[in-house]
Each structure stands twice: as structure tokens, then as C-alpha cells.
């Protein structure tokens, strides 16, 4: 069955330098998007990409995160200068439409900022 | 956000049914009520979803009410591999950011 991919599986990082996450959706799928959860906390959304830009995104998704689709097949998460409360997992997930089709999510990525 | 209401925990035995509740008394027609689970470590899982009409897959059933303000996944014959937290979402359009996963129902199997 058709995956997505999360690289790397944990990041640490020390608080302000920038990470990037990086995806590989399901190759025929439209539709990608970035969650996260925090440890021990509901899992929640950042943004959501469709034809090559942000179709829509959250309040936590401020000027600090970015996402680019730069060559067709990876699909990356870029948080210019960490802090301590971006800890969390970090997941991705592509669906073939927005609405009528299940997402499908990556097994995630840990970032421990320190 | 739109709003789904779900029991926190429910217990079930291995290989019997189970019956998960979600209220969503706010749905609009055009929702689609999605269901996802999340196993420990894990990410997400997607297992089914619909609109109006009750629907069937390899994972599971959904049983949608007729006012579709609630609906309630059905596991045919639980197994341990079931353990997990149920989410319930309101699929809104064109707007992903209202489509939030709450806290879920966490599923315990009893061997």
C-alpha cells in the first residue's frame, strides 16, 4: 500500500537555528498538508497545499514556518528559527481531494529543540 | 472549529463489535464526517468516512443518523491491534483549518 514518508524520524536542534522537514507524498495525490502534537496534546493543524500554494493555514502557522514543493515529489516544512515550544511531532499527510477522500499521514518526525 | 463531542474511553473485549459514538450537532450539508485513529508513536490512520449514506470498507462501518447529527464507527470484531485513539471530524470545505482533531475516544481491547 502507497506511503508517506517522513525524513528524518528525530530531529534535535538547538533553539534558533532553522530545520527543515522534509516529506514524500503519495505520488498521485493533490493535496498535502502539515500537522503537529505536541507531546501528550491533540494533534494540530499547520497548513494545507494544493496546486503549488498555500490553500490554507493556521494561526500557529506564522512567519517562522514556510512550505515549498520544490521538485514535484517532497513536500518540505521549514521553521526559520526554532524555539523551545516547537517541540513536538510533526506530521505530514497528502490526499487525492480535499473533501471526499481520506487523508493519508506520514509516521511522523520528533523535533526536540533544546 | 466545527464541533465533534466523543466519549473519552470505551472498553471492548477482543472479537466482539464495537460501537463508537460522535455527536456533531452542528454539522452543515456539505460536511463530510471523516474517521481517523492514531495508534502509540504513530501517526493518524485514516479509516473511513461518508456524507449521508452509511458506508462500508475493509476496516469498518460508519452509521450515519439520518439528521446527520451524529454517527458512530463500528469495528466488526475488535482485535488487540485496535488499541488505539478514535478521532471524529467534520471535513469542512474549503477551509482544513476547521477540520481539528479533538481528543478522541481512546479504545481499550480486552484479550
Known amino acids: 500500500e502507497p506511503e508517506v514518508t517522513q525524513t528524518p524520524s528525530h530531529q534535535v536542534t538547538q533553539m534558533g537555528q532553522e530545520v527543515i522537514l522534509r516529506c514524500v507524498p503519495i505520488s498521485n495525490h493533490l493535496y498535502f498538508y502539515w500537522y503537529r502534537q505536541i507531546l501528550g496534546q491533540k494533534v494540530e493543524f499547520l497548513v494545507s497545499?494544493?496546486?503549488?500554494?498555500?490553500?490554507?493555514k493556521s494561526e500557529i502557522f506564522d512567519d517562522q514556518f514556510s512550505v515549498e514543493r520544490p521538485d514535484g515529489s517532497n513536500f518540505t516544512l521549514k521553521i526559520r528559527s526554532t524555539k523551545l515550544e516547537d517541540s513536538a511531532m510533526y506530521f505530514c499527510a497528502s490526499s487525492v481531494g480535499a473533501l471526499d477522500y481520506g487523508y493519508t499521514f506520514g509516521s511522523g518526525t520528533r523535533l526536540t529543540v533544546v | 472549529d466545527a464541533k465533534t463531542t466523543q466519549p473519552n474511553s470505551m472498553e471492548s473485549n477482543e472479537e466482539e463489535p464495537v460501537h463508537l459514538p460522535c455527536n456533531h450537532s452542528?454539522?452543515?450539508?456539505?460536511?463530510?464526517i471523516h474517521w481517523y485513529r492514531q495508534l502509540p508513536s504513530q501517526g493518524p490512520e485514516y479509516v473511513i468516512h461518508g456524507l449521508t449514506s452509511n458506508v462500508n470498507n475493509r476496516m469498518a462501518s460508519l452509521a450515519i443518523a439520518e439528521d446527520r447529527k451524529s454517527s458512530t464507527l463500528i469495528l466488526h470484531r475488535a482485535t488487540l491491534r485496535d488499541a488505539a485513539v478514535y478521532y471524529c471530524?467534520?471535513?469542512?470545505?474549503?477551509?482544513?483549518?476547521?477540520?481539528?482533531f479533538g481528543d478522541g475516544t481512546t479504545l481499550t481491547v480486552k484479550p
Open positions: 452542528t454539522i452543515s450539508g456539505t460536511d463530510y
Open positions: 471530524i467534520l471535513r469542512v470545505p474549503f477551509n482544513a483549518g476547521k477540520s481539528t
Open positions: 497545499f494544493y496546486n503549488n500554494e498555500i490553500s490554507e
